[in-house]
């Protein structure tokens, strides 16, 4: 399978300020025709998961252009350009190009 | 709306069997790939099955292959779980998930039903 790890695994954010997830993979997450099945994933307290980032930098509708997200291959990231209250919750990356799919860990994100 | 209402869940003792429901509303179901995600209490997101738009094709994880079977019924906008011998480790909230088409990501998903096994 592979694994997908994630670091920080908990990240205290003062409001404002800039804050990025990694996420590596154990294999390429490079499709033959050219995509990468790479996806972010926030779960806010209390909710189901909900879609941020697709395809490693296409935000999803309705996703604020403070969420961005980038890398290639084994290597991503996703960055939040100015933290804000309601960005707490976890942060998970998924890889969608082998089976079985797998999600990271998940980053626990708060506010200072 | 476009919606995804699971239901079904339950206690169940070790070695029982539950099917989990997800009624989908407000959007073609027939047309979209769906899966089902858990998540044990207090734990991260798993990725359990797959289902494609006419239900030929299925993939499973390897946790739950041979226990767990996907279905749906587009017919009734429905997806569903059959769990059996069940085991402790199978306690968490399971999700359904629909999945965008040639992006693979899932971009709706319900609020989850709680299953937990115990005796």
């Known amino acids: 399978d592979v694994v997908m790890t994630q670091t920080p695994l908990s990240l205290s954010v003062t409001p404002g300020q800039p804050a990025s997830i990694s996420c590596k993979s154990s294999?390429?997450?490079?499709?033959?025709?050219?995509?990468?099945?790479l996806y972010w994933y926030l779960q806010k307290p209390g909710q189901s998961p909900q879609l941020l980032i697709y395809?490693?930098?296409s935000r999803f509708s309705g996703v604020p252009d403070r969420f961005s997200g980038s890398g290639s291959g084994t290597d991503f990231t996703l960055t939040i350009s100015r933290v804000e209250a309601e960005d707490v919750g976890v942060y998970y990356c998924?890889?969608?190009?082998?089976?079985?799919?797998?999600f990271g860990p998940g980053t626990k994100v708060d506010i200072k | 709306e476009v919606q995804l209402l699971e239901s079904g869940g339950g206690l169940v003792q070790p070695g029982g069997s539950l099917r989990l429901s997800c009624a989908a509303s407000?959007?073609?179901?027939?047309?979209?790939?769906m899966n089902w995600v858990r998540q044990a209490p207090d734990k991260g997101l798993e990725w359990l099955s797959y289902?494609?738009?006419?239900?030929?094709?299925?993939y499973y994880a390897d946790s739950v292959k041979g226990r767990f079977t996907i279905s749906r019924d587009n017919a009734k906008n429905s997806l569903y779980l059959q769990m059996t011998s069940l085991r402790a480790e199978d306690t968490a909230l399971y999700y359904c998930?629909?999945?965008?088409?040639?992006?693979?990501?899932?971009?709706?998903w319900g609020h989850g039903t709680m299953v937990t096994v115990s005796s």
């Open positions: 998930a629909r999945e965008i088409p040639r992006l693979d990501a899932f971009d709706v």
């Open positions: 407000g959007f073609t179901f027939s047309s979209y790939e």
């Open positions: 289902i494609s738009s006419s239900g030929t094709t299925t």
């Open positions: 294999q390429s997450l490079l499709h033959r025709d050219g995509k990468t099945c």
């Open positions: 395809g490693v930098s």
């Open positions: 998924m890889q969608g190009i082998h089976l079985p799919r797998t």
